[in-house]
């Protein structure tokens, strides 16, 4: 019958014989960890587990993994299997940050146009595979409670008059996908975002209402001077005919 042959150690071989497994020399099943730290000045508490941690993960049935839960200042769960069974290692980094404390932002040129992003909460989620060199995978950031505060500049508010930009606090939602490929050395990384669509949507808007207006104030104007030129000839009219 056939066998399974390992490397000779300094006392000798190791034969596998058909039916039966190699079992790592070393092998922790459970790790049980506990801790905490800080973040931004502010405590945060950890605990999780680590199973089938060994330096022979070929001779073992089950893959590496690592559980997280993190609590205080930063809220997380994190899951990691690090698979090195076959001959190409095979990871995946499984983590959800349920909210992150975002701090206020400007977009844009104060002297022209700009949005004030208030504080407020962020999500993030990330589900990245590592097999050998290659990455793969995609990191999902969101804010539910999105305030916007435009403002206009001295260039641009003879263009947009009144609160034309008012369109731009209906935005109460921010979603942007960030997708990773490539190598480890060199990654690659494309952005989708919705907030761009929904700024562009909301200042075309505000154009168009402008433009609107501006031309109801030209058609006012034209029949204002219309009337007043009817009435000059009507005057003009009359007196002509009294003086006859």
Same mark, same amino acid.
């Given at each position: 019958?056939?066998?399974?042959?390992?490397?000779?150690?300094?006392?000798?071989?190791?034969?596998? %014989?058909?039916?039966?497994?190699?079992?790592? !020399? %070393?092998? #922790?099943?459970?790790?049980?960890?506990?801790?905490?730290?800080?973040?931004?000045?502010?405590q945060f508490a950890f605990s999780g587990e680590m199973k089938h941690l060994t330096h022979q993960s070929q001779r073992h049935s089950a893959p590496t993994?690592?559980?997280?839960?993190?609590? *205080?200042?930063?809220?997380?769960?994190? !899951?990691?299997?690090?698979?090195?069974?076959?001959?190409?290692? &095979? /990871?995946? %980094?499984?983590?959800? #940050?349920?909210?992150? !404390?975002?701090?206020?932002?400007?977009?844009?040129?104060?002297?022209?146009?700009?949005?004030?992003?208030?504080?407020?909460?962020?999500? #993030?989620?990330? /589900?990245?595979?590592?097999?050998?060199d290659e990455l793969d995978g995609q990191i999902v950031i969101e804010q539910a409670d999105l305030r916007i505060e435009p403002s206009l500049g001295a260039?641009?508010?003879?263009?947009?008059?009144? /609160?034309?930009?008012?369109?731009?606090?209906?935005?109460?939602?921010?979603?942007?996908?960030? %997708?990773?490929?490539?190598?480890?050395?060199?990654?690659?990384?494309?952005?989708?975002? @919705?907030?761009?669509?929904?700024?562009?949507?909301?200042? @075309?808007?505000?154009?168009? /209402?402008?433009?609107?207006?501006?031309?109801? &104030?030209?058609?006012?104007? *034209?029949? &204002?001077?219309? !009337?007043?030129? #009817?009435?000059?000839? &009507?005057?003009?009219?009359?007196?002509? @005919?009294?003086?006859?």
């Amino acid at each position: 019958s056939s066998s399974e042959e390992i490397p000779v150690d300094e006392r000798g071989i190791n034969v596998i %014989f058909p039916g039966h497994h190699a079992s790592p !020399d %070393f092998l #922790i099943r459970r790790l049980l960890l506990e801790g905490g730290g800080t973040a931004n000045g502010n405590q945060f508490a950890f605990s999780g587990e680590m199973k089938h941690l060994t330096h022979q993960s070929q001779r073992h049935s089950a893959p590496t993994s690592l559980h997280l839960e993190a609590t *205080g200042a930063l809220r997380l769960t994190a !899951d990691v299997t690090l698979d090195r069974r076959q001959t190409v290692p &095979q /990871d995946r %980094f499984l983590i959800d #940050i349920p909210a992150m !404390d975002q701090s206020e932002q400007i977009l844009g040129n104060p002297q022209k146009m700009a949005m004030r992003i208030a504080p407020g909460s962020v999500s #993030i989620r990330a /589900d990245l595979r590592v097999e050998g060199d290659e990455l793969d995978g995609q990191i999902v950031i969101e804010q539910a409670d999105l305030r916007i505060e435009p403002s206009l500049g001295a260039e641009y508010a003879r263009y947009l008059t009144g /609160d034309r930009l008012g369109r731009l606090r209906e935005i109460d939602r921010f979603q942007a996908h960030v %997708f990773l490929v490539g190598s480890l050395r060199q990654p690659r990384w494309r952005l989708e975002s @919705n907030l761009g669509e929904q700024i562009a949507e909301a200042v @075309n808007a505000a154009v168009r /209402d402008e433009l609107a207006a501006r031309q109801q &104030q030209l058609m006012d104007r *034209g029949r &204002q001077e219309a !009337d007043r030129e #009817i009435a000059r000839l &009507q005057n003009q009219f009359l007196r002509e @005919n009294r003086e006859l």
